[in-house]
Structures are given as C-alpha cells and as structure tokens.
C-alpha cells in the first residue's frame, strides 16, 4: 500500500484523491507474480567466438579504437620478434637441407662479396635487435611469471629498462664481429 | 486487496530479503564459486531453497580460452628459461651437444609461440573454420620438420653454432679476405 502511496507523489497532499480515483485501474496493473527456484540451466559450453558465429555478430571494432601505450606497443613488438627469430631460425633451418652447397659456402660467398660495414651491421641488426629485443622481454615475462613487477608503474619502468637495454644490446652485438 | 497481496507473497518477499545476505565466494582451491548462506538468516531464503548451489567455475573458465593448458604452461616457461643461457652458450661455445639442445629448445619455443599467435589471429570467425585448421596443421608440419632439418644441419654440415659465428665473423670490408685466406 505505502508503495502505491508513494507512486503517487511525495508529500503530496492529492495522493489519497488520486489513489482514490485510479485504485481500480493501479489495481488492476499489479499482477500476482509466482516465484520458484529452479536448476540452473547450465550454459552452452562455448567460446566467444563460436557464440558470436552461431548468433551472427559482426566484430566489433579493436585496435583501432584503443590509444597507443607503451605496454600493449611492446608487447605486440615482443610477438613480432618473436615471429620474425621464427622465421630465421625456419629459414635457417629449410636452407640447409635445400641448398645445393653446405651453408659455410654461402656464408664465404657473402664474406667475399664485400658488402661494406654499414650494410652487414644492418643486416646483422636485423638477426640482433630481434633476439636482444626477445631476450631481455623474455625475462621480463618471465619475471612476470613469478608474479614479480606486476604493478603499473613497475610495468612501465621494467619496460623503458628493458627497451634501452634491449637497443644497446643490439647496437653493441651489431658491431660486433 | 492489495493487502491480501502483499500478505499472499509475505514469504517470497522473506526470501528476498535473504538475497542480498548471500555471498558469493570464490574458492579458488576448489574451482568452485559457492553460494553461501552468510549466519543468521532465516532457513527460508532462497539459497536453502535451490537444489544446486555449486556452480563450476572450472567449466566457465573453458569457454574464455582454448583449452587445458595449466601443465604445458610450467615446461613452456622452464623451455624458455633454458633458452636464456643456451643462445649465449651455442654461440659461444659452439659443439654438437649444445647445437642439438638449441635445435630442440628453439623448435620447442617457436611452436609454443606461434601456436598462439595462430591460435589468436588465425581464428574461425576471422579466417573461416577451414583455414584455421589448416594454419594449425601447416604449423605442426613446418615445426617438425624445421627440427629435422637443423639436427640433420648440425649432424652434417657445421652445425647452428658455428654457422652463427662464421656470419657473425663477416665484417664486409678487406680485412675479411685476409682472415679467410690464412
């Protein structure tokens, strides 16, 4: 009773007219509800993709709508080495077998081609900063692991470290010979 | 009338009530989220009621990712931390044992790794079903025979270690013919 008093104003003097008026009709809009407890149904047992495919959603936009920040940057840069390390190490190893000549002699060939230093410390940047790059990320994740540098701002200051660390690590291995 | 409603639907409003007295705790030992009745409510709420109060959580989680991956997980890590000191050691200190361990962390690694990224990009709802399949097998196929192929490398030829080096050991100017010609 008090609810449908208050429905029909607060402090209202004219809520006893109007109820008196509209009891009826209020009246018949609340509808006796019967509640029970039931099993719960348990859910499809299916991915969020395989429930978007079978309701026939559209994806919804990604990347595009999110702000570039350093930590998903370089963790996309982390994969991307990654990717690309597989790549030599596939191309590595699919040369060998296939190349009519062992490897050592396309590796002299290139020796007395005299390329120049600035190109083989650009294609030696190339095997490095990728591998330097993994590495020192790779101990970064793994620290992570054992729920080590976990907060944001050790987040980022693990992650500018290890980005400098990581360059100066290419660079020097770069120039090395 | 509307008295005898309310009164009518007194003891379902008493379960109600007893609602927001239930807590749902996550138990993570368990996997379970159980619905707890915290103390002093009444035995009529709703949660003494159900008939199934455990809900697995375990089941739930399944559908956020792609299967079971808890005990791969600790010998990814461990590969991945082998590989830490075997990239430096291999190129190093090049020789058979270490180029074979290389061969296989490395292989073992990548796998892993590319498994997810195709796994992640190469889904059913962006490349079709087929296509994604056919990028996990392709995977598994150039996975193996990479790893025979770099372990028959360091059994016949001079070995990832070595090969390393000797590119390495390129400085693209003359100082390189000199070195070779001895």
Not at chain 2, 82 to 106: E, M, W
Request: aromatic share 8%; proline share 5%.
């Amino acid at each position: 009773m008090s609810l449908i008093f208050r429905l029909a104003g607060p402090g209202s003097r004219l809520g006893p007219q109007i109820l008196r008026q509209n009891c009826t009709r209020m009246l018949n809009a609340v509808r006796p509800v019967t509640m029970k407890c039931e099993p719960a149904v348990p859910d499809k047992n299916e991915s969020h993709d395989e429930r978007n495919m079978r309701i026939g959603r559209p994806q919804s936009p990604h990347l595009s709508i999110y702000k570039p920040q350093l930590t998903a940057l370089l963790s996309i840069t982390h994969r991307a080495t990654g990717m690309a390390l597989s790549a030599y190490v596939i191309a590595l190893g699919y040369s060998a077998v296939s190349l009519q000549l062992p490897l050592d002699h396309y590796i002299e060939q290139l020796k007395l081609m005299q390329i120049g230093a600035g190109p083989v410390f650009a294609l030696k940047f190339l095997v490095a900063f990728p591998l330097s790059y993994h590495f020192f990320n790779g101990i970064r994740h793994l620290l992570w692991d054992t729920a080590r540098f976990l907060s944001i701002k050790e987040v980022y200051a693990t992650g500018y470290a290890m980005l400098a660390v990581s360059t100066v690590g290419a660079i020097v291995l770069s120039g090395m010979s | 009338m509307a008295l005898s409603l309310l009164a009518r639907n007194i003891p379902k409003l008493r379960g109600f009530a007893a609602l927001p007295r239930c807590t749902f705790r996550i138990q993570k030992a368990q996997n379970f989220t159980q619905l707890v009745v915290s103390k002093n409510t009444n035995s009529l709420s709703l949660a003494n009621k159900c008939k199934i109060q455990f809900v697995n959580v375990g089941q739930q989680a399944k559908r956020n990712m792609s299967g079971d991956h808890g005990k791969i997980w600790t010998i990814e890590k461990i590969i991945s931390f082998l590989l830490l000191g075997l990239v430096p050691a291999t190129f190093l200190y090049p020789n058979n044992i270490l180029d074979n361990a290389f061969a296989v962390a490395c292989v073992l690694h990548f796998h892993w790794g590319l498994e997810a990224c195709v796994i992640d990009y190469a889904r059913p709802i962006v490349v079709g079903p087929i296509l994604s399949k056919i990028a996990i097998a392709l995977l598994y196929v150039v996975s193996a025979t990479t790893l025979g192929a770099l372990i028959y490398f360091n059994q016949t030829q001079i070995g990832i270690g070595c090969a390393l080096r000797d590119f390495w050991s390129i400085t693209g100017t003359a100082a390189d013919n000199q070195k070779s010609a001895k």
